[in-house]
């Protein structure tokens, strides 16, 4: 393991070991919040229940397809916005001020157009992971060697043979970076949303043991939430990595 990885580990460790400390020695109240130990043990019990199953598998699925929409169609703008500098002018502006934008405040104005259930969830997240991914694919774009592009060229390579074994490889850091924000983004677009209004999923089930002073539970939940995002993200960056030191980086 590197410096830094001993680094993150061992701030991980002390910061989840003292909140055991301080909520086994009633530092902190069971009522705030309950140790991590009983956290697993939370998580596990709630596994085990025979409901869990249909609210994870509503989060999942809203939050697979948001992810699928906004990845997709955010490389799919970013490279058209980058391949276009004057429609790129255009939106550079919209781009910069987006997440200034309180997205949940239009939550209502999606159920009245999509109706109750998962569709506007799902529309919620797109929205507010899409664009992570389009400025990312810019970015990435943006930094492709001109050398690379040169010797495109001297092949007489066609638009697409240039952007798959050209550009995308290139740009392969950035666009990974653009896909671990499009997954926290539409986790928290689905799970946001599933606070407000919806009647399942598990947003829904953490706002309920919360009403309900359900701690055990609430915690559970919230472990199970950053649990299934970290092995994500963890799963792409080992990937990033491994794709850097086959370049050499």
């Known amino acids: ?10 701030i991980l460790i002390g910061a989840v070991g003292s909140l055991e400390v301080a909520c086994r020695t009633g530092a902190i109240p069971s009522t705030v919040v309950i140790a991590p130990s009983a956290m697993v043990v939370a998580l596990v019990e709630t596994l085990r229940s025979d409901d869990i199953g249909v609210h994870l598998k509503r989060t999942l699925a809203a939050v697979g397809i948001a992810m699928g929409l906004s990845v997709a169609g955010g490389f799919a703008i970013g490279f058209v916005l980058h391949r276009l500098p004057f429609l790129r002018r255009a939106f550079n502006p919209f781009l910069a001020a987006y997440y200034a934008i309180p997205h949940f405040a239009f939550y209502p104005l999606l159920i009245v157009i999509f109706g109750l259930g998962p569709l506007p969830l799902i529309v919620l ?13 810019i970015a990435g774009l943006d930094r492709v060697p001109r050398v690379l592009l040169k010797t495109a060229r001297v ?27 499009a997954v926290a983004y539409s986790f928290i677009g689905v799970i946001a949303g ?24 609430m915690y559970g939940l919230i472990l199970l939430v950053l649990g299934t995002v970290t092995i ?3 799963a792409v960056y080992a990937y990033e ?8 980086a």
Do not use: W
């Open 194 to 217: 599933e606070f407000i209004l919806s009647t399942s999923g598990i947003g829904h089930e953490i706002a309920y043991a919360y009403d309900n002073f359900d701690n055990a539970r």
């Open 125 to 137: 997240a797109t929205l507010f992971a899409m664009v992570a991914m389009i400025v990312a694919t």
């Open 241 to 248: 990595r491994r794709l850097l030191r086959r370049r050499g």
């Open 1 to 10: 393991m590197t410096r830094a990885g001993c680094i993150r580990g061992a």
């Open 232 to 234: 994500f993200n963890m």
């Open 155 to 181: 092949h007489r390579l066609s638009l697409l043979q240039e952007v798959c074994r050209i550009r995308l490889p290139a740009a392969a850091p950035h666009l990974l970076s653009g896909i671990k924000l």
